[in-house]
């Protein structure tokens, strides 16, 4: 089985500090903001625009017992 950790070098992470918002039915859903200059690079690496990203990608989130989460954007089925 092929491993896919993923490892993150700490002295070189951008980080940024959001608010988190409740939404949805009972406020049970939380939202929060996904810096722009993440999904602009996204979009570069595979040469479309942002609209057009928007558009053609959805956020999938990974979580598990491990401590916070993994955010990757993958197309829209």
Not at 34 to 62: C, D, K, M, Q, T
């Amino acid at each position: 089985m092929k491993d896919t950790r993923i490892v993150i070098n700490e002295k070189d992470v951008l980080r940024k500090r959001y608010s988190l918002r409740t939404t949805g039915r009972e406020g049970r859903s939380i939202e929060t903001t996904i810096p722009p200059e993440v999904i602009e690079r996204e979009a570069r690496r595979v040469g479309l625009s942002v609209l057009e990203y928007l558009n053609l990608f959805v956020a999938e989130w990974s979580y598990n017992d491990f401590r916070g989460l993994h955010l990757d954007f993958v197309r829209k089925e």
